[in-house]
């Protein structure tokens, strides 16, 4: 009995299958050089994607209000001293020196401030501040949206304190509070206050775990939590 009469195939199909295995044997040949090419390629990139960045604006809060960030977000990660090195693009506010005797002799506060475009603005502070030793307080940094202003739909800043979270400045006094938006699209025309406050570590705490469900807090409130502000100056969004 021939090859192909034991196998059950027709007459000359014996060849065919032969070759049908060498075209499979070739085909698995070029998956398995893809797929390492593929693990070559993955190893390459995954670790950059993995070590990359972005950058996530908070999201924005109602009309007059401004947009919160959580105790972390402000630091000391991209500080400088060297405001007078930054680009033009950087502006020097109105700002007001409060409190005096909180502060190391012989220093005063500097703050640069950087708006982008849009109908909803980022906002990015750079600043220097050298105060005495203060134990059992932070230094919170909070907005006050001044309701002297309005946007472009004729809403009022809200009056309320929005604060931003804890500075914790370097050695030489530097801090920044990162990108963020203001609050929602159509906000320019809101003057915005910024300011420095010590306040007792509990009340610190207090404020800002209650900063994530409400909508600021009034003046009166505010001054009633034990702060004493240091700095303040003012950025407008017109």
């Not at 299958?17 to 993955?42: C, F, P, R």
């Not at 600043?127 to 230094?139: A, F, M, R, S």
């Not at 931003?164 to 050695?171: K, N, R, S, T, Y």
Request: hydrophobic share 30%.
């Amino acid at each position: 009995m021939s090859a192909s009469e034991g196998s059950g195939l027709p007459a000359g199909d014996a060849g065919a299958e032969g070759n049908d295995t060498e075209q499979k044997n070739y085909k698995l040949q070029i998956t398995l050089g893809v797929i390492a090419a593929l693990a070559v390629v993955t190893a390459a990139v995954v670790p950059a994607l993995i070590n990359g960045s972005t950058e996530t604006p908070s999201g924005p809060s109602g009309a007059g209000g401004t947009a919160t960030q959580s105790a972390s977000s402000a630091s000391t990660g991209s500080a400088t001293c060297d405001l007078e090195t930054l680009s033009n693009k950087w502006m020097a506010p109105d700002a007001e020196v409060q409190n005096r005797p909180r502060y190391q002799e012989g220093t005063t506060p500097q703050v640069r401030t950087k708006i982008s475009g849009g109908d909803n603005p980022g906002i990015e502070v750079q600043g220097q501040i050298q105060l005495k030793p203060h134990n059992g307080e932070d230094l919170i940094l909070a907005v006050w949206p001044d309701p002297n202003t309005h946007d472009t739909q004729g809403n009022k800043g809200s009056g309320n304190y929005y604060p931003h979270g804890i500075i914790e400045p370097d050695e030489a006094g530097c801090w920044s509070d990162p990108p963020h938006l203001v609050g929602y699209p159509g906000v320019r025309g809101i003057s915005e206050v910024y300011s420095l406050a010590l306040v007792p570590q509990s009340e610190g705490a207090r404020l800002l775990a209650e900063a994530k469900g409400r909508d600021g807090f009034t003046p009166k409130e505010w001054g009633s939590s034990g702060v004493t502000t240091v700095f303040s100056f003012t950025i407008s969004t017109a």
